[in-house]
């Protein structure tokens, strides 16, 4: 099956430093990948939609500024979290979109990045 | 309102019981349903698509009722390995980019 992965599982740093997440789909173009972020104990909440060439589409209440996308090609996303701060630990998810399948069922999840900020 | 309200449990059955889990969805317009499941610290894995005719997968089975807009799987023969949180997921737009999880159904299965 398809695959996608994230770079890295796991960061830890310090307040106000800059992460970068990759999420690359391994055997497949995405034209589109969504970024998700999950606290403990809550459902996983869709920040944005990363559209290969154009610009990301946000959802109401994620800061572009704070949550830089860039999709450059078929096969990478990067989600830069700037000046990180405490309540930006969180688990971040990404998933990439195979076209041509029904929508939800060629959505595949990367394995996550656990974000702790110090 | 929430989009997609779920029993956030946790539901605590022993191996082989039955268990059913309900979700409901306040967007009357929405296209397609699904569930996935969620292990600890892991990514979620679809499960089964919600079809309005309801389907089924071995022990797993799928309702959907528009006219209730409530979604339901229930699963049989439960085994240590459905311990999980299952994920109700609802497509809210025609286009695929609007998709809403639900906050989560926590099972616990025991030996």
């Known amino acids: 099956g398809a695959v996608v992965s994230q770079h890295p599982s796991w960061v830890i740093c310090k307040s106000g430093t800059s992460v970068k997440i990759e999420c690359r789909s391994l055997?497949?173009?995405?034209?589109?990948m969504f970024w998700y972020r999950q606290f403990p104990k809550q459902s996983l909440m869709l920040m944005a939609t990363s559209n290969e060439g154009s610009k990301a589409t946000y959802e109401q209440g994620v800061e572009k500024d704070k949550f830089l996308i860039n999709h450059a090609s078929l096969t990478l996303s990067t989600l830069t979290v700037t000046s990180a701060h405490p309540e930006d630990s969180s688990f971040y998810i990404c998933s990439a979109e195979n076209p041509g399948q029904v929508p939800l069922l060629g959505q595949y999840f990367g394995p996550g990045t656990r974000l702790l900020v110090l | 309102r929430k989009e997609v309200e779920q029993d956030p449990g946790p539901f605590n059955v022993p191996e082989g019981a039955t268990v059913a889990f309900n979700c409901t969805y306040s967007?009357?317009?929405?296209?397609?349903f699904f569930w996935y499941r969620q292990d600890c610290r892991k990514e979620p894995k679809l499960l089964m698509s919600?079809?309005?005719s309801g389907n089924e997968d071995g022990r797993f089975t799928a309702q959907l009722n528009r006219a209730s807009q409530y979604i339901s799987l229930l699963i049989r023969d439960s085994k240590l390995s459905d311990s999980a949180t299952y994920l109700c997921?609802?497509?809210?737009?025609?286009?695929?980019?609007?998709?809403?999880f639900g906050p989560g159904t926590s099972l616990s299965v025991i030996p």
């Open positions: 967007n009357s317009a929405s296209q397609s």
């Open positions: 997921v609802v497509n809210n737009k025609t286009s695929y980019d609007k998709v809403i």
């Open positions: 919600v079809y309005s």
């Open positions: 055997d497949f173009q995405a034209t589109t």
